[in-house]
């Protein structure tokens, strides 16, 4: 299947600090999505970007999805001690999930923050 | 509205066994998805429906088989459970095909 190589695997940060982190595919997607996972949930959706070049904010959250259609980063600014989690990427295009239909995810970014 | 719904939340399986995982979803979508969660392999489509009565092969679909009866329920079901198929799993739903909802998991020990 497709894979998506989403960097750092991991960020140990201090509270307020602002974080970045992004996602790279060998193929073009159409849309890209990024989700949030907390211990014992299911992913929530954070963000959803439909279009090459798009810059969407939810809150504190920024998403870009990049102009090659190969790329997408996820910034939050001044960080607090909730948005500790599993921050996903996931990529939706013809060839994604083994299925025309399916999701291509990251394997994620633990995200530890240090008060 | 409660989303999509997953039972049971936790299930422990002998080798061999069998049974089924029930996902429902009251937003009215006609795409539902069944995935699973492994460390270090990220979240991977076992079977997706597009509607009522339609089902498709997803990324890693052996060992497992989908029904979709009703447009608010799908189901998973193993045959003969093997310990590879200890994992967590999700189920998704999507009004079209790409941005997704989840439920908050089975996860499901097979010894």
């Known amino acids: 299947g497709q894979q998506l190589n989403q960097s750092p695997q991991s960020m140990f940060i201090q509270e307020g600090e602002d974080v970045s982190m992004n996602c790279t595919s060998s193929s073009i997607f159409n849309t890209w999505l990024w989700y949030k996972q907390d211990p014992g949930e299911g992913p929530v959706l954070l963000i959803a970007l439909y279009k090459a070049g798009e810059l969407t904010s939810n809150g504190r959250l920024t998403a870009q999805f990049g102009i090659t259609r190969k790329d997408s980063f996820l910034n939050i600014s001044a960080s607090i001690p909730s948005d500790v989690g599993i921050y996903f990427c996931a990529g939706h295009g013809m060839y994604s999930g083994g299925g025309a239909d399916g999701l291509t995810f990251g394997k994620g970014t633990h995200l530890i923050i240090q008060p | 509205n409660a989303g999509v719904t997953q039972t049971p939340k936790f299930r422990v399986l002998k080798t061999g066994q069998s049974m089924t995982l029930l996902c429902a979803q009251d937003?009215?979508?006609?795409?539902m998805y069944w995935y699973r969660q492994d460390p270090g392999m990220g979240l991977r489509l076992i079977h997706y429906?597009?509607?009522?009565?339609?089902?498709a092969k997803g990324e890693v679909p052996d060992g497992y088989n989908v029904s979709r009866l009703k447009k608010q329920n799908f189901l998973l079901g193993l045959e003969s459970a093997a310990p590879s198929q200890t994992s967590v799993y999700f189920c998704?739903?999507?009004?079209?095909?790409?941005?997704?909802?989840f439920g908050p998991g089975t996860r499901l020990t097979v010894l």
């Open positions: 937003m009215n979508h006609e795409y």
């Open positions: 998704a739903s999507s009004l079209w095909t790409d941005t997704q909802y």
């Open positions: 429906s597009v509607g009522e009565g339609t089902t």
